[in-house]
């Protein structure tokens, strides 16, 4: 099931004129922020089939910066977002790629700061709902619509248990989750979607565990 | 997962058989899904409802978008009703034009509640607000309307599409007006099944629309499909009510639906390249918008 919420059907509030071009857009850029964990001084965001053709007369351009600002869908700023970054010192650029992706609302944002970058494809499949299906080059389908935990970690035996013992513990439910790897025995990514908001203390365990190596949460 | 229903059979048969209307299975099924009260779910329902009052309201003063293909027509049909020598009478041109408002105000980057989404959000709301002088609903009727507006799209969203990109207009206001039309048939006293025979009804007449918007954006043709489907929404809910019913199943009618969309050219599924954006008249109007400062909106590297 793609959509699980009437209010998925009926909303999101926002602000006009396209759920899937303004509000799923405003969306990708909130979620590529938060899973960042701080402002980004920098975006290159490549558009790629219908984003691509008609982002300007959507607003979609002011939109996802509006979302890397900190945005809601229904934040009325996001009007003026590019002139909210500019005074940030948060430069950008925006690709209309002619490639053709499977969803033809997609978004690749490459965000950065003189700490990191981090790279997130995001699709906008309709009515403000948006899906990360790529996140540093790791495959995955991430909803936005749970609190996630995102645990990059050495693929090894026993981490994932690990992990899963450590959310129990704290009485949480497991809603989703995917585990990618780029090559076997390297890096991996763990992306679990929960039913309840992660604290600070669950985090801080899952960093202290053997071949963990990066935990951060996406809030709902 | 409990999962009250997922189709359209499965939402009339709840209904049917515990003796609900559709909007409490869909209250019930949210519920489940998401774990939340009652109470929350009803209170943010309310609050779409009222974004929606204040969007009618707000374009019923007459709006301009920034492009200036729309604006101010909510308030000429308005105006036309009181020289009370309309046609098609006073409750659809007041659906109608409320419909309108709302689109106008999306357009013009006012703040609107997606119905299903911001493309077609004036349908539900336009034809919320006409039926609320004709019927005198509660409060909680009129939130109930929009519950069963949400169930008819929750089975559209999740067995077909209600994203234009995806499947054409059909799948945007073509779904909202069938949804609009299935609400209103519950809130004037039909049944469970003649809410999905009004829905049939409407969607079988917006099957193969596409999605053409002139310059890319969500104005021309949509302020005006947003109307015309506010029209057909009530037209078929009083088909439904004085007993007409669909003769392919509504689940059927979602599917090819669902298939249409999905055999349609890219040019006619809002990419502005096919349909009227691609008339002489389109690409003027796309050039005259966007020709000037394209390049300047581009990049920014202060």
């Not at chain 1, 926002?14 to 979620?31: D, E, K, N």
């Not at chain 2, 349908?123 to 909680?140: D, Q, S």
Request: proline content about 3%; some cysteine; overall charge negative.
């Amino acid at each position: 099931m793609k959509f699980r919420s009437v209010f998925e059907i009926i909303g999101p509030v926002m602000i006009g004129p396209s759920s899937s071009h303004t509000a799923g857009a405003a969306r990708i850029g909130l979620v590529a922020r938060d899973l960042f964990g701080r402002q980004p001084e920098w975006a290159t965001i490549h558009l790629y089939g219908s984003f691509a053709e008609t982002y300007k007369g959507h607003g979609t351009d002011v939109a996802i910066i509006g979302g890397l600002l900190g945005y809601d869908t229904f934040d009325e700023r996001i009007r003026t977002a590019f002139e909210d970054a500019e005074k940030l010192g948060m430069t950008f650029e925006f690709i209309a790629e002619e490639e053709e992706m499977d969803h033809p609302n997609t978004a690749k944002l490459v965000i950065g700061d003189k700490q990191g970058v981090m790279e997130l494809i995001g699709i906008s499949i309709g009515g403000g709902t948006m899906e990360v299906i790529e996140l540093n080059g790791f495959p995955l389908r991430l909803s936005g619509h749970f609190p996630a935990l995102l645990v990059v970690h050495d693929d090894r035996a026993g981490v994932i248990a690990n992990v899963s013992n450590a959310i129990a513990a704290q009485d949480m439910n497991i809603a989703h989750m995917e585990v990618g790897r780029k090559e076997k025995g390297k890096m991996a990514l763990m992306v679990i979607e929960v039913d309840q908001v992660v604290n600070d203390a669950l985090i801080e365990e899952l960093r202290a565990l053997p071949n963990v190596t990066q935990v951060s949460t996406l809030a709902n | 997962m409990d999962i009250l229903f997922s189709n359209v059979k499965e939402l009339v048969a709840v209904a049917e058989k515990e003796q609900q209307p559709i909007s409490e299975i869909m209250i019930r099924q949210e519920m489940l899904l998401t774990r939340r009260s009652r109470e929350e779910i009803v209170a943010q329902m309310e609050n779409n409802l009222a974004v929606m009052e204040s969007s009618v309201e707000e374009g019923l003063k007459g709006v301009h978008s920034p492009s200036g293909l729309t604006g101010g027509d909510a308030v000429l049909i308005q105006n036309y009703m009181k020289t009370g020598k309309s046609l098609s009478g006073e409750l659809l041109l007041d659906a109608v034009s409320k419909a309108v408002a709302t689109n106008e105000v999306n357009a013009a980057m006012g703040l609107i509640c997606a119905t299903p989404t911001a493309g077609a959000a004036g349908i539900v709301p336009g034809t919320l607000f006409a039926v609320k002088n004709k019927l005198n609903p509660t409060h909680e009727q009129m939130v109930n309307y929009l519950f069963t507006t949400g169930a008819f799209g929750f089975i559209v969203a999740n067995n077909a599409s209600i994203s234009g990109a995806a499947g054409g207009c059909q799948a945007e206001t073509g779904s909202a007006a069938s949804m609009a039309a299935a609400a209103i048939v519950e809130m004037a006293g039909g049944t469970p099944q003649q809410s999905a025979e009004a829905f049939s009804i409407v969607m079988k007449n917006m099957l193969g629309l596409v999605c053409d918007p002139v310059a890319g954006l969500v104005e021309v043709p949509c302020v005006k499909r947003n109307a015309m489907g506010a029209a057909k929404a009530l037209v078929g809910a009083d088909m439904a009510l004085a007993g007409v019913v669909s003769i392919i199943p509504t689940d059927e009618v979602i599917e090819a639906m669902h298939k249409i969309g999905q055999s349609m050219p890219s040019a006619l599924r809002e990419t502005a390249k096919g349909g009227l954006a691609a008339t002489p008249t389109g690409k003027a109007l796309e050039a005259k918008i966007f020709g000037k400062d394209k390049e300047s909106r581009d990049t920014v590297t202060k």
